[in-house]
């Protein structure tokens, strides 16, 4: 386990759910700001943190592209602890692709309800990621329904609106 001083996450937004602003009652969205950080401000986390805003895309619209591109921002990044928030339909698609990053501990994590929504599980998956990024070893893994997931261990289960075990 992790405990030091000197611990900086950097997280990269990339859409999803979590960062979703709906516009009317039709289901009409964009993709916002990345909310991640306003998360952990008002959480008031005593660790230094960078939003890095990678795209703004519903996971279900992301192109093999996109998820090389997100592979690279994670290789370029000068941080080992990095926090995916991403769409929950394809997460594990995209962690997948990043099965053999070196030397950094990876964790994807989004929300099945916006984080704007005032009951959502944006809050509590974001503060799972959070304690995963410093207790886990190098690796990828998902954060969601409360549990850590070994990437390419878990699958998302829509009718049960839950991640669960393979």
């Given amino acids: 386990m992790r405990f030091d001083d000197t611990l900086r996450i950097r997280v990269l937004a990339v859409g999803g759910t979590i960062d979703k602003v709906y516009f009317d009652a039709k289901s009409d969205y964009e993709i916002g700001d990345p909310q991640a950080g306003m998360i952990l401000h008002e959480a008031g986390v005593t660790f230094d943190f960078v939003i890095e805003s ?12 996109d998820r090389r591109l997100v592979r690279e921002r994670v290789l370029a990044a000068p941080e080992s602890h990095i ?29 099945m309800v916006p984080a ?25 893994y998902i954060a969601m329904s409360g ?8 699958r998302k289960n829509r009718e049960a609106g839950r991640f669960e075990p393979v």
């Fill in 147 to 154: 549990r850590l997931f070994p990437a390419g261990s878990v």
């Fill in 83 to 111: 926090l995916i928030t991403h769409g929950t339909d394809t997460m594990t698609e995209t962690a997948k692709l990043l099965h053999d990053v070196p030397n950094k501990v990876v964790v994807f994590t989004g929300s």
């Fill in 116 to 140: 704007r929504f005032r009951h959502n599980d944006a809050l509590f998956n974001l503060g799972c990621a959070v304690g995963g990024l410093q207790a886990l070893p190098p690796g990828v």
């Fill in 54 to 65: 990678v795209l703004r895309k519903d996971s279900n619209d992301m192109t093999d592209e």
